[in-house]
């Protein structure tokens, strides 16, 4: 079965343009999480999904982010307007149930970097 | 609020030595506790898991027990391989794993050198 597919792997592109990353889960997973990878705050929980519903959004850095879930397999990240302190790699993952019992898989990540 | 420490690394052993990655956390109620791996350029994917006090996750050789008395959730490994360089993550899952929310630590690179 394919894993958790992220797109694009890399993204280069300048302050005050807009951004968007795309996450595919896996077939029959309930919940999508959004986080972000940085070296100076680890790794962050953006943003989950349960159903394509949002449930927590409180990680969500300020309103230049946002996040939607259409439908059950496909998301987005959008940033609007980028800033270099968005520079980060930002990993999706989904799950099947609740994380006591079952794994989140994450994706290979997209490596974004704002000039 | 709930939190996770980690030891800072880089960690950096010999082939078939003995690792040992601490972890400590800090949470209201009875977490789960987990260890994640990360290969270079890849995503996170879990190593091991415990959901209570007292249990011991294991897989690939890794083991950790979950001491609620210490608050601790060590990594170790008798016998480590150059294959197990990687980027280390303890986790816990807030509110108990009522809801899908992790609190990862803040990683520990792992070198093994042949």
């Known amino acids: 079965d394919a894993g958790v597919i992220q797109s694009p792997r890399h993204e280069v592109t300048e302050m005050g343009q807009e951004v968007t990353l795309r996450c595919k889960p896996i077939?029959?997973?309930?919940?999508l999480f959004w986080y972000r990878q940085t070296m100076m705050r680890g790794l962050e929980l953006l943003i989950y999904?349960?159903?394509?519903?949002?449930?927590?959004d409180s990680g969500m850095p300020e309103d230049r982010f946002s996040a939607k879930m259409p439908n059950a397999s496909f998301s987005t990240l959008k940033i609007q307007p980028s800033e270099p302190r968005d520079s980060a790699v930002y990993f999706c993952?989904?799950?099947?149930?609740?994380?006591?019992?079952?794994?989140?898989?994450f994706g290979d990540g997209t490596r974004l970097s704002i000039l | 609020g709930n939190s996770v420490t980690q030891m800072e690394g880089p960690v950096t052993l010999s082939e078939e030595a003995f690792l040992t990655i601490n972890c400590t956390y800090t949470?209201?109620?009875?977490?789960?506790l987990f260890w994640y791996v990360q290969y270079p350029g890849e995503g996170l994917q879990l190593l091991l898991k415990?959901?209570?006090?007292?249990d011991k996750g294991s897989n690939k050789g890794f083991e950790a027990t979950y001491r609620k008395e210490t608050t601790s959730f060590h990594l170790e490994k008798g016998s480590v391989q150059v294959s197990d360089s990687a980027v280390y993550f303890c986790?816990?899952?807030?509110?108990?794993?009522?809801?899908?929310?992790?609190?990862f630590g803040t990683g520990t690179l792992l070198a093994v050198q042949p």
């Open positions: 993952a989904s799950g099947p149930g609740t994380i006591a019992n079952q794994p989140q898989h």
């Open positions: 986790a816990l899952s807030d509110y108990g794993g009522a809801t899908n929310k992790l609190i």
């Open positions: 949470a209201t109620g009875y977490p789960s």
């Open positions: 077939s029959g997973h309930d919940y």
């Open positions: 415990a959901t209570k006090a007292d």
């Open positions: 999904f349960n159903n394509n519903v949002p449930i927590d």
